[in-house]
C-alpha cells in the first residue's frame, strides 16, 4: 500500500530564507506527484505537477524535483516570504493511474518578518 | 469562472440525520473526486467519478453515497451520519483522470455530527 510522508511537521524560517520541504513514498510506481499549498481554513491550491517521467518542474520562486528510484520529492522555495506562510502537501497517483491521489500529511511552514 | 464550488460551507448535524454535500464546477472537468481530511489523517479519498455516468469508491467509502448528476455536478449523501464523520470534506475536479492534469479543490464544507 503507497504511503506518503512529510518530514518535518512544521518549520519555521527567518524571512528571505531559501528552504526545503520534503516528501517520501513507499512505492515507486507512480504517474505523477503533486504539491498543493493550503491556507488555514481553506481548499488546496495546486503548485507543482510532475510527471513520473520528468526530474523537475518549476514555477517562479518553487521549485520541485523527483526521484522515483528513491521515493523522494522535494520543493523549494528560494527567498521566502511570510506570504508564503501556509501548509504544504505533496500528493502522488499511484499506479492504477485513476487520479486518484493519495496525500501526505503535511509542513505547516512559518515565514517571519 | 468560479471554479470549483461546494455547499454548504459549515453544516451540525444530528447523530442519525442525513444530507446531501454538493459540488459544481465549472470548467468542464470530466473527473471529479470527494476527498474527507482529519488532523492526523491527512486528505483520503472517499469516492471519485472518473467521467459523466460513473463513479468508484476510494479509499474510505464506507458510510457515503455520491452521485454524478451531470457533467458539472458531484454529489456526496450521508444517509445516517455518525459522530465519526465530522470532517472537512473537500470536491476537486481534473480535467481528466490522466496523469497530466492537475486537480483543482473547492473551499470545503465543514461538518460536524453530534
Known amino acids: 500500500k503507497q504511503e506518503v510522508t512529510q518530514i518535518p511537521a512544521a518549520l519555521s524560517v527567518p524571512e528571505g530564507e531559501n528552504l526545503v520541504l520534503n516528501c517520501s513514498f513507499t512505492?515507486?510506481?507512480?504517474?505523477?506527484l503533486q504539491w498543493f499549498r493550503q491556507d488555514p481554513g481553506k481548499g488546496l491550491t495546486s503548485l507543482l505537477l510532475i510527471q513520473s517521467s520528468q526530474r523537475e518542474q518549476t514555477s517562479g520562486r518553487l521549485n520541485a524535483s523527483l526521484d522515483k528510484s528513491s521515493g523522494r520529492s522535494t520543493l523549494y522555495i528560494a527567498a521566502s516570504q511570510p506570504g508564503d506562510s501556509a501548509t504544504y502537501l505533496c500528493a502522488v497517483d499511484g499506479s492504477s493511474n485513476t487520479g486518484k491521489l493519495i496525500f501526505g500529511q503535511g509542513t505547516t511552514l512559518q515565514v517571519k518578518p | 469562472n468560479a471554479g470549483v464550488t461546494q455547499t454548504p460551507k459549515f453544516q451540525v448535524l444530528k447523530t442519525g440525520q442525513s444530507m446531501t454535500l454538493q459540488c459544481a464546477q465549472d470548467?468542464?472537468?470530466?473527473?471529479m473526486y470527494w476527498y474527507r481530511q482529519d488532523p492526523g489523517m491527512g486528505l483520503r479519498l472517499i469516492y471519485y467519478?472518473?467521467?459523466?455516468?460513473?463513479?468508484d469508491k476510494g479509499e474510505v467509502p464506507n458510510g457515503y453515497n455520491v452521485s454524478r448528476l451531470n457533467k458539472r455536478e458531484f454529489s456526496l449523501r450521508l444517509e445516517s451520519a455518525a459522530p465519526s464523520q465530522t470532517s472537512v470534506y473537500f470536491c476537486a475536479s481534473s480535467e481528466d483522470w490522466s496523469s497530466y492534469n492537475e486537480q483543482f479543490f473547492g473551499p470545503g464544507t465543514r461538518l460536524t455530527v453530534l
Open positions: 512505492d515507486s510506481a507512480i504517474y505523477n
Open positions: 470548467m468542464n472537468h470530466n473527473s
Open positions: 467519478s472518473a467521467s459523466e455516468g460513473t463513479t
